[in-house]
């Protein structure tokens, strides 16, 4: 298996969700996707030994094996907070590329 290039998730391996936020229409909510702490962790997405990663979807959140059910909402403001039952997970969007989630930075992955 060769490195994926900077930014870029790996070809094989990926979960569903991942598949599906990676390819996600962001014209509403520009913050659905994959999403890791640096360009290089975006080819440990799904893969063994891959940590800090966030996956966005419409209706999920999932960070690392954590998944929560949410309803992704616009952001106002480049803010969104999603709530599930007694939990908010804040996401804060400076640019197209740039998330942070719950007080994390990370930058966005495309695919292959």
């Known amino acids: 298996m060769t490195t994926p290039a900077m930014g870029i998730l790996p070809a094989d391996g990926l979960k569903p ?3 599906l936020a990676a390819n996600a ?3 509403e909510v520009g913050y659905l996707g994959v999403w890791a702490p640096t360009y290089d962790a ?3 997405v799904d893969q063994a030994g891959g940590t800090g990663y966030v996956v966005i979807t419409k209706i ?3 960070q690392g094996s954590e998944i929560t059910l949410v309803d992704a909402v616009p952001a106002t403001n480049g803010k969104a907070s999603l709530k ?3 939990k908010t997970i804040e ?3 400076a640019g197209t590329d740039v998330l942070n989630v ?8 495309t695919t292959p």
Request: contains cysteine.
């Open 102 to 109: 719950n007080g994390t930075d990370l930058v966005r992955c």
């Open 42 to 44: 975006c080819g440990t």
């Open 60 to 62: 999920s959140v999932r």
């Open 91 to 93: 996401i804060a969007q």
């Open 25 to 27: 229409d962001r014209s």
């Open 17 to 19: 969700d991942t598949r």
């Open 84 to 86: 599930a039952g007694d």
